[in-house]
């Protein structure tokens, strides 16, 4: 009886959670509008309010919606707080969250240095003249003439990487060295790779048993399109498209979540991670982007020039997205703008806050004259851009892809280039591509170690940029598929291992980290399911 009671008490609370919590959520207002409509419609009977409310609410899709906004509200919970407590509280991580804090802090200062440097301000108001030219030239942007002679990037992936590699726990101090030569070898060995941070990472087996439907050799979209099918289906793909269209008509965002596990007919793809994402457009979200239009156009902050930098130096020389960067300058300069971004990203990366507070050039040191700066909170770094760009395959509204593309930014990207000790994180991805490497291809480690190359070293770009830019759109989306289909980043360190693997007999013969990558540089071959297939399936 008292466990039944306890666990009433634990539904209440949840519930109350729920329900204090919803109300800050962007779809809330819509939906508390759309049920006191049906509240007061005939639908619903006031003799028997609570059942006709029930069935008004299932007729007119509104449960789907709330249920919907249940189901993205538990992934909110389970994105703030990892999985891996326990382990986290046997061992002192707070060191980490202290690196990522000292990380910001060095990357404001460039920032400033940068401002310096150069005898600009961080933010102003945009003079008229450039203002109306970049109104205009708004839906072509590349048209719009900016000189970026004198500005760098602030920082790349493997400036990071240093930064992670230079991270030590305070606790290894404790441990006396017998001898100055053991004193070397340790220090040698922290330097090397990262088994010396206690983050609790999955085995391979946990994997196979994590993703089962590749794991069990499930035909798979992505494998082969003319793939035989089930019922009267010309192939796979005319199946998982019928599939597809009844997930997207039932409006379950976990039932489209569960469909990407098999992967995503090309024609339905943008649709179902819009659903999965809860980033499905309504009015108000497009009033919201036209905001963050307006305040591009209000403001010149010294992010515009990093960020149309960065455009340049990736999208526009990839030939697979340079036709894309008119839409990728709107959608990251609006991204910029929007400080819906900097709550959950700061609260989750729990960096203390550190946010640069900029005053507008000219103006007197108030309130209304002080903005955040960026007011995303995220400063861009070379190669930031390439987050966005595989969506641009997927939506032709520029509305539609900034919703979905900030959407998985906030689920995902900001843990690759945040130091923190959550299991999704990029420390504990290199940690966990670094053991699959160890414990399932050996001799490629010993090669590796008695060659003086850090195989982290040779990946980390890949893993910072979830191989954005590094494999073709459609096999990169196969593997954004699953990686939202499970909900976990761990397949981007599982490919990586399965990518060496596959090239092992190439990399055997070379001996150093030029030769290494030169063996790694073109992956435009590679089929991503069926390699990860191959490296889940063998025992």
Known sequence: MDEKIAKNELLDKTARKLTDEMQNMSNYKALYNEIQKLVASPAVNKEDFKNSLVTALKSNG?????????????????????????????????????????????????????????????????????????????????????????????????????????????????????????????????????????????????????????????PLLGVNPNMPAMENFPNLEAERTHIGEKVLNSNHAPVAQ??????????????????????????????????????????????????????????????????????????????????????????????GGQVIHAVLQGKPATLENTLVFPPSGVVPFHGFTMYATPFCYLYDDPCAMYYTFRAFYLRYW????????????????????????????????????????????????????GFSGHLPPEQLLYLWDLILGYDSLEIIPLFAVTILSFRKDNLLQVNTQQNVEAVLADLSSLKVIPLLQLALLKE
Request: overall charge neutral; proline content about 3%; charged content about 25%.
């Open 62 to 218: 509104v449960e789907t919606e709330i249920r919907n906004t249940v189901f993205h509200w538990i992934r909110s919970q389970s994105s703030l707080h990892s999985q891996s407590a326990s382990h986290i509280e046997a061992a002192d991580l707070s060191y980490l969250k202290k690196a990522q804090i000292q990380w910001e802090r060095r990357i404001q200062k460039s920032l400033n240095s940068t401002c310096n440097e150069l005898n600009i301000p961080l933010a102003r108001i945009r003079p008229t003249s450039d203002r109306d030219e970049l109104a205009e030239k708004w839906n072509e942007l590349s048209t719009y003439d900016i000189d970026l002679s004198q500005y760098r990037p602030l920082y790349a992936p493997k400036d990071f990487l240093d930064v992670l590699f230079s991270i030590r726990d305070p606790s290894f101090k404790k441990q006396p060295c017998e001898t100055m030569y053991l004193h070397k070898r340790f220090r040698d060995e922290l330097n090397w790779d990262f088994s010396h941070i206690q983050i609790s990472v999955k085995t391979l087996t946990q994997l196979r048993h994590m993703y089962s439907e590749l794991a069990q050799g499930i």
């Open 258 to 351: 569960e469909f990407l596990k098999r992967g995503s007919p090309r024609s339905l793809r943008g649709r179902i991670w819009s659903l999965v994402l809860g980033s499905v457009i309504k009015d108000n979200d497009v009033e919201y982007y036209n905001e963050l239009k307006n305040m591009v156009l209000q403001y010149d902050i010294v992010v515009d020039k990093l960020i149309i930098m960065d455009v340049q130096l990736t999208a526009r020389n990839d030939d697979q997205y340079f036709v894309f960067e008119d839409v990728l300058y709107k959608t990251m300069l609006c991204f910029s703008r929007d400080s819906e971004i900097l709550a959950p990203v700061t609260t989750d990366r729990s960096a």
């Open 414 to 465: 900001f843990r690759l280039h945040t130091v923190s000790s959550h299991e999704q994180g990029i420390v504990a991805l290199c940690l966990l591509f670094e053991r699959l490497l160890q414990c399932h291809e050996p001799q490629l480690w010993t090669h590796f170690k008695n060659t003086h190359i850090q195989p982290i070293k040779i990946v980390f770009k890949w893993l910072m940029r």
